[in-house]
């Protein structure tokens, strides 16, 4: 039997080739299923082209891309394993397809449509959950037959880390997977950022694959194989880490997305909340509209896959004419971007937790304030080194956040006051659970067979590298006595915790 | 619905696992293990966990645990573990405020404290199957940790077996 070559242009990859051998047919097959051809109506970034117009990316473009990233990967493991004649195209084409197929549970919106999910206990929500079940019994299962009865269920096993640990799962899933290579270079070339560059080709020159233990707790379980950088890949690997922390800072965690994801996830949790109710009628929908029907079943798969980023978007201006007073401010401001307006509590705390040299005014007019006030200067230089500042910047962030959610009970209203935005990521964790392969970048210090190590152990860079957290308030731009509220509760807390 | 003081902080029932468990959890795997026993028997503080590498796992309670070290209501030090990698030791920094425990409660941490950690892994993901609907969750936890089942699964069977006999509010999925 004879297949078709077939080619795509990408614009971070330029050509993405499917040669004519019967495993990329199959891939090519998946590609054609109406699950997978749903990823183009699924930005990447969600709302993030309300600040980066150019980031309308979708995942199906990622998908395609993490497969090519994830082939370049391989490869690395095929020049390996080919020595010991241990290579096994099965293994690596389950994590091939894993990589191509990995984000096909995604719903309208993807991480902000999760958030509403994780608030109103609905599954379907999940993307990995959703991503299991397309993969395992549908199109995509029927599509990814030819390759064996147990294929797709393998395909499956390997996305939700749940196979053996094993270096073609690394590809799918470690510090430098597929996924993770094609996103940070797809947004920040679509965001139009120039954050956050990574040296991919002398990362990927560099990269070996080597023995490392691994255990649970202080139990040893054995060894495994991984990704393990050489020696002259440090820099590469500390701007491979900055540029994360980067893009989380200003493309992930922009104010204005999460501002906007806010306001989607508010929106969506009231239509939910009231076809629940019986009250169909208020969120502005036809009792058709997809939206509608996920609310009534939200256990049934066929209902979330309806739904896509332009479904949702379509029917912003169907809502805008609600009778439901959130629904319809809410929906006419994702349309419009008129947003709440965001106060960054960590910023205005971190600038109050500082020390402030006093006026010449104030100094002039009252000169027991000034020795008072270089009194409590020197003694906060004096006591207060770095983590004492950052120590004392979550103590207060922690009080006025806890203050914040007793206003918000407190003033409930039909339409919230105020919007809290709290969120923390760590961008290298050196564990969670136990320190593994799968979550550290381990690093040769020579050549040969010398013992790889953690990169954070040799790098002062990646160990400074603090996790990056966002504490925001959103309020409406017009509700001035919410605003002052807010900074007094921030004034006061920085005060107590100075 | 969790038998916990609504009154408490998270930070606070997150603390109290490791006070409850005699001022001392070794692991985070472990500590993460038995929070899961604990919230599936109706004895926990309402964290939601997902399924991730090493079972079931909470970032909520992750959190709760660094926010629990900075309030100083506990305390975690690192350590070299035998094979390379690291692994934390919990201490409690204050008693249990609330003084008495749940007897039940107290057994299922007792177990899971005296457990091997890849044991104690196996069970909690065993159940954690059970949990999702899985119909054999002993042959999945088998087929998802080879390297594990091979030398532990039996051992986990067994903890399994002795964790059912504690008279929880909500029981344990009997398999």
């Known amino acids: ?498 | 619905m969790p038998v916990v003081n609504l009154n408490k902080t998270h930070a606070e029932m997150a603390a109290d696992i490791i006070r409850d468990a005699g001022g001392e959890v070794v692991g985070r795997t472990r500590l993460q293990k038995m929070a899961y026993l604990l919230e599936i028997t109706g004895l926990g503080a309402d964290f939601s966990f997902e399924y991730r590498h090493y079972g079931p796992y909470s970032e909520q309670l992750a959190n709760e645990i660094t926010a629990a070290c900075f309030w100083d209501m506990i305390s975690e030090v690192e350590h070299t573990a035998v094979w390379g990698g690291s692994y934390s030791i919990f201490k409690a920094l204050q008693s249990n405020p609330k003084g008495k425990i749940k007897p039940a409660r107290k057994e299922i941490i007792d177990l899971a404290k005296d457990a091997n950690p890849i044991t104690l892994e196996l069970a909690a993901t065993a159940a954690f199957l059970a949990k999702e609907g899985d119909s054999d969750p002993w042959s999945e936890t088998s087929r998802r940790k080879p390297e594990k089942a091979a030398k532990y699964l039996d051992d986990a069977r067994n903890l399994y077996a002795r964790l059912l006999k504690v008279k929880t509010p909500n029981p344990l999925p009997a398999i």
């Open chain 1, 1 to 498: 039997m004879s297949f078709k070559r077939q080619r795509i242009r990408d614009p971070l990859h330029n050509l993405i080739e499917f040669p004519d051998d019967h495993f990329h047919h199959v891939m090519w097959q998946v590609i054609q299923t109406s699950q997978f051809q749903r990823l183009r109506r699924i930005k990447q970034l969600g709302f993030s082209d309300i600040v980066y117009p150019g980031a309308t990316h979708s995942r199906f473009g990622h998908s395609l891309g993490v497969f090519h990233t994830a082939r370049k990967l391989m490869n690395i493991v095929k020049g390996h394993l080919d020595r010991s004649h241990d290579y096994k195209d099965t293994d690596a084409n389950t994590a091939l397809a894993a990589a191509l197929v990995h984000d096909l549970g995604h719903g309208p919106y993807s991480h902000a449509f999760e958030e509403v999910g994780k608030r109103l206990n609905l599954v379907m929500a999940n993307h990995e959950k959703v991503t299991d079940l397309l993969i395992r019994d549908g199109e995509v299962s029927i599509a990814l037959k030819p390759l064996g009865g147990g294929f797709a269920s393998d395909v499956a096993d390997v996305i939700k880390k749940a196979g053996p640990s094993n270096i073609y799962a690394a590809v799918v899933s470690s510090q430098f997977d597929a996924d993770r290579l094609d996103y940070m270079q797809r947004d920040r070339l679509m965001t139009g950022t120039h954050h956050g560059v990574i040296d991919l080709d002398w990362l990927l020159s560099n990269l070996e694959v080597g023995k490392v233990p691994y255990g649970n707790d202080n139990e040893p379980v054995g060894e495994i194989e991984t990704f393990v950088l050489g020696p002259k890949a440090i820099y590469a690997a500390e701007a491979y880490l900055l540029g994360l922390f980067q893009l989380y800072a200003t493309v992930y965690f922009h104010k204005a997305t999460r501002g906007a994801e806010k306001l989607f996830t508010e929106l969506l949790a009231k239509i939910i909340h009231l076809v629940k109710n019986g009250s169909t009628h208020k969120t502005g929908l036809n009792e058709n509209h997809p939206l509608i029907h996920f609310a009534i079943d939200p256990e049934n798969l066929q209902s979330i896959l309806a739904m896509d980023d332009s479904v949702i978007s379509g029917a912003f201006s169907m809502m805008a004419n609600a009778e439901d007073r959130l629904i319809s401010d809410f929906s006419k401001r994702l349309r419009d971007r008129k947003l709440y307006k965001c106060t960054d509590i960590r910023e205005c705390l971190s600038q109050k937790l500082e020390y402030t040299p006093l006026s010449k005014s104030t100094r002039r007019k009252n000169p027991k304030a000034l020795s008072e006030h270089q009194g409590a200067a020197q003694s906060k230089h004096s006591s207060n080194d770095e983590k004492g500042r950052i120590e004392a910047l979550d103590r207060a962030s922690n009080n006025v956040e806890k203050r914040l959610m007793d206003f918000a009970t407190e003033k409930q209203d039909e339409i919230p006051k105020i919007l809290v935005d709290k969120a923390e990521r760590s961008i290298y964790k050196l564990f969670e659970e136990s320190k593994g392969p799968l979550n550290q970048i381990m690093m040769k210090l020579g050549a040969g067979d010398s013992k790889p190590v953690d990169v954070a152990s040799i790098s002062q860079v990646i160990n400074a590298i603090a996790p990056f957290k966002a504490f925001r308030v959103y309020i409406e731009d017009s509700d001035k006595k919410t605003k002052a509220t807010v900074e007094n509760i921030i004034k006061e807390e920085a005060t107590r915790c100075r």
